[in-house]
């Protein structure tokens, strides 16, 4: 049954309550007010962040070897990643302290996605060699529970996972000829594999637009970014003439997409960029850079944050018996939001 939360029986309504909301807005983490980019950069072994501002850029992790994009558990304060130099899977608080290895002794292994639903991540491995050995696993994100899912893969590299429709994507990068890459789907036990588009450029990237029905990648060897339906159908090329588009992510909460230009390995001109779903108002973020490859976005929800304040501020009310208690001061509602 809906709870329907009810003004406070006061006279300092509205302008009190605004207020109130606005304290419990400020006193909220910093990462659960303002949205944020977190990157990983190849030739300088880091993985960074600014702001959506441009403000508070940081590097939160250096000396890795090759590593994959940074996947993010904001609720539990948590950042993931796979250093597939050296076979691992690694997590750091989002500041970049506390590094811990999750898993080791993978084989060239991609970025984990995060399903923060079961506590899982999943992620695949694949060698620079021949021979269709590439696999795609899951396990929990402690490490544990460590399962293949789908083998006899050529090079798979991004996964994405739809939790509520029980299905996984992912890119395969293909063989050494430029339109041997797939994109393909199967069930999240790894059953039902199937491909949905084939002849594609190198594709590396994947994220998916579940609202809307679709899946979003990035073309590295066509230098384009593309998406189709979930099912395969209707493909489009939304951009073209990238210089080596590489981790794409979305902000569906404006309707954006965010992704990342390699640019030419140690000339430090790569780029993040940013364009609409339908790929126009392209426009650059940031320069630069040390070959940039994957990309997250946090962005957090308005809607969200405002019911956050609203259930707190009712919580507040009941535990201090605000019911018909008449005119109330600003300042005292203030100091109980606090």
């Keep these: 049954m809906m709870q329907i939360v009810r003004p406070f029986s006061c006279r300092c309504w509205p302008a009190g309550f605004a207020l109130a909301v606005a304290a419990l807005l400020l006193n909220l983490p910093r990462q659960a007010r303002a949205g944020a980019i977190y990157w990983s950069e190849y030739d300088t072994g880091t993985i960074r962040r600014v702001n959506f501002d441009n403000t508070g850029r940081t590097t939160l992790l250096s000396g890795l070897s090759n590593p994959s994009k940074p996947s993010l558990d904001i609720g539990a304060g948590k950042i993931y990643w796979s250093n597939r130099g050296t076979g691992e899977i690694r997590r750091a608080n989002l500041d970049g302290t506390d590094s811990t290895t ?28 021949e021979g269709r050995i590439g696999t795609i696993r899951r396990a929990n994100l402690d490490g544990s529970d460590l399962t293949t899912l789908v083998t006899g893969q050529d090079q798979p590299r991004g996964v994405a996972v739809d939790v509520a429709g029980g299905k996984m994507y992912w890119m395969d990068y293909g063989g050494s000829n430029l339109l041997q890459g797939d994109l393909r789907r199967a069930n999240l036990d790894g059953s039902g594999a199937e491909v949905l588009l084939q002849r594609l450029a190198a594709p590396i990237g994947i994220a998916l637009d579940l609202p809307d029905g679709k899946v979003y990648w990035t073309d590295y060897g066509g230098g384009e970014i593309r998406r189709a339906n979930l099912d395969g159908t209707g493909p489009q090329t939304l951009l073209r003439f990238l210089n080596g588009p590489v981790g794409i992510d979305l902000d569906l909460v404006h309707g954006h997409m965010y992704w990342t230009n390699f640019g030419d390995e140690g000339m430090s001109n790569g780029e993040i960029r940013r364009a609409n779903l339908d790929g126009t108002g392209q426009r650059g973020i940031l320069s630069g850079l040390g070959g940039p490859v994957g990309i997250s976005v946090y962005v957090p929800d308005p809607s969200s944050t405002l019911v956050l304040c609203l259930s707190t501020l009712a919580l507040l009310r009941r535990r201090r018996g605000m019911r018909g208690q008449g005119v109330r001061r600003t300042s005292d509602v203030l100091a109980e939001g606090r």
């Design 102 to 129: 999750v898993l080791s002794g993978l084989t060239d292994n991609a970025a984990p996605f995060l399903d923060l639903v079961h506590g899982q991540m999943y992620w695949a491995e694949h060698a620079f060699s």
